[in-house]
């Protein structure tokens, strides 16, 4: 048997140096792949106002998309086959947390992809006690329970996603300082505009309760100081005698005369409010999925619009 050869020494290093170098290509190759895959590809948004947020921050090139299509609800969502693979070669998914998102459970997305914007200001997440049931169209009833996930509602908490979703925006490379601050300063001009708009609803109130078919309104009110009672009442569905009965003991309890909803009432149910309660139904919607307006302008309407109705409402 003829014996082992072994490389000389110089030969040794030779080799391990080539090694190492092919080593260093790889890694630099595939570190130079996931520079890239960072910073391609569209960033997706899990609601419309986080999509305001970001086109606001990021501007037109940077191809944010919302993940709902018109009238979904961000609740209930959960992706196709085809949305999975947008997901998974997105540059970044932007998601509004608070428990909103709950196919984050089964989408089994890598951290890193994801960008939590209300994670800073877990501490002011407002935390449902009991069960608190809520009814909508063929989707049915469901229990709201744990965190209230629609912090957007307050521009204020609004304003703190889009300073996380500046700094992610900053430490991923996607902007500059010099190019985000201006658009970030602009954005704060318009969201402190949109909580004047709360400040002036509860001024106008003068201490008066609303009633809502929907606990999305909780941020603002508790920021503002206004009394909101909830009742379950499905827009798309009249009320049968007993229900009827029990929101009208809910009136008589909290006073009020006006009913927010986050969508429009059936008509049937619009005539049940109006002539057997005496209750005015307005549209105030948490604008989670695409519309023609921003989530800004659609929530700065709808508020005016409510302020300016009051005085004629409250008088009743």
Known sequence: MSPMVTPHAPLRRILLLVGLCALAACSGEAESQHQH??????ILASTWPLTTLA?????PESAVECLLAP???????????????????????LVNGAGLETWLMTA????TRLVRVSKGFAGSWIEHKGQLQHSHGARGAHD??????????????????????????????????????????ALEVRLRELDGLWAQLAEA???RTLLANHDAYAYPARRHGIAIQVFDADPEKSLDATRLQELAAAQQTSGANIMLFEASPDA?????????????????????APSDLDFIDSMGRELKALIAQLPNSLAK
Do not use: I
């Open 268 to 288: 049937r149910l619009a005539h049940q409010l109006k002539v057997d309660l005496g209750l005015t139904p307005f549209v105030l919607s948490p604008a989670e």
């Open 55 to 59: 086109r606001e921050l990021l501007g």
């Open 205 to 207: 109130l003068q201490g």
């Open 37 to 42: 895959d960072r910073n391609v590809g569209p």
């Open 71 to 93: 009238g979904q609800d961000p609740a209930h969502w959960t992706p196709s086959p085809t949305d999975l693979e947008g997901l998974t070669r997105a540059r970044a998914v």
């Open 144 to 185: 709201h329970v744990g965190f209230d996930p629609h912090v957007w509602m307050d521009p204020l908490l609004a304003l703190e996603q889009a300073r996380a979703l500046q700094e992610q925006a900053l430490l991923r490379g996607w902007v500059t300082a010099e190019t985000v601050q201006p658009k970030a300063a």
């Open 108 to 111: 089994n997305l890598a951290p």
